[in-house]
């Protein structure tokens, strides 16, 4: 994002705005959500080897680099977390090797299912640690922009060698700001999604598979 490089052209897979997602009679999640979550949106298999794939491009592209990831959280720890483990298995098993820093920031923008204005970061005081490197920033999740543009301004002010980012998901959502992430997984239309780390209000971190929320659980679990 922050470099010269470019987003790979049909590097996305793109789900549509009618996608209703999966019944939920065909998957397997805890039965504390069974009446809080609508459908099955992207199951837990296809995130795996989405991932799986982020990781070789993110090889193809910085392999024989040395980077210092930084793993955007909540959200973003198992996604960082599985990208991290094939990363690294690729570079036990082919020509190229990538040698990983991992560091951790926390950004919190959300009351209920409203992104806001008022942007925390915490941990991010001291990155000092980024100066001259070359930086991976992970986000389970990229909407409005405004998070990732704020995120981004901070970044650079430690001066990076070079910055890149690379998002699970990107909404399609009305004056998105700024560059889609470098390397994306899949871009879903404006639904509030849960599972696979990504919570409301904390809670649905445990799913595996991310999922549509139902109505009632907005309300259920609102703060």
Same mark, same amino acid.
């Given at each position: 994002m922050a470099?010269?490089?470019?987003?790979? =052209?049909?590097?996305?897979?793109?789900? =549509?705005?009618?996608?209703?997602?999966?019944? %939920?009679?065909?998957?397997? /999640?805890?039965?504390?959500?069974?009446?809080?979550?609508?459908?099955?949106?992207?199951?837990?298999?296809i995130i795996m080897d989405r991932t799986e794939r982020l990781a070789r491009n993110i090889m193809d592209d910085l392999?024989?680099?040395?980077?210092?990831?930084?793993?955007v959280l909540k959200g973003g720890y198992k996604f960082c977390a599985d990208? !991290?483990?094939?990363?690294?298995?690729?570079?036990?098993?082919?020509?190229?090797?990538?040698? @990983?820093?991992?560091?951790?920031i926390r950004l919190k923008s959300y009351l209920n299912d409203q992104s806001t204005e008022d942007l925390h970061i915490l941990g991010g005081e001291d990155l000092s640690v980024l100066s001259g +490197?070359?930086? %991976?920033?992970? =986000?389970a999740i990229v909407d409005t922009g +405004?998070? @990732?543009? *704020?995120? %981004?301004e901070h970044v650079e002010t430690f001066g990076p060698k070079m910055v890149k980012v690379a998002g699970l998901l990107v909404k399609r959502v009305p004056n998105g700001l700024g560059t889609p992430p470098d390397y994306v997984g899949f871009e879903i239309p404006n639904r509030f999604v849960v599972g696979y780390a990504l919570d409301?209000?904390?809670?649905?971190?445990? %799913?595996?598979?991310?999922? !549509?929320?139902?109505? *009632? *659980? +907005?309300?259920? /679990?609102?703060?």
């Open positions: 470099d010269s490089g470019s987003v790979r =052209e049909d590097s996305r897979i793109v789900i =549509e705005d009618d996608w209703p997602g999966y019944s %939920l009679d065909l998957f397997t /999640y805890p039965e504390h959500y069974c009446e809080d979550i609508e459908s099955v949106y992207i199951p837990h298999g392999g024989d680099h040395d980077i210092v990831v930084l793993c990208l !991290v483990e094939f990363i690294k298995g690729l570079s036990r098993n082919s020509s190229k090797s990538l040698l @990983m820093r991992v560091d951790f +490197k070359n930086v %991976l920033i992970v =986000e +405004k998070t @990732m543009k *704020a995120l %981004l409301y209000n904390e809670y649905f971190r445990d %799913l595996n598979h991310i999922c !549509v929320i139902s109505e *009632a *659980a +907005k309300i259920k /679990y609102k703060v």
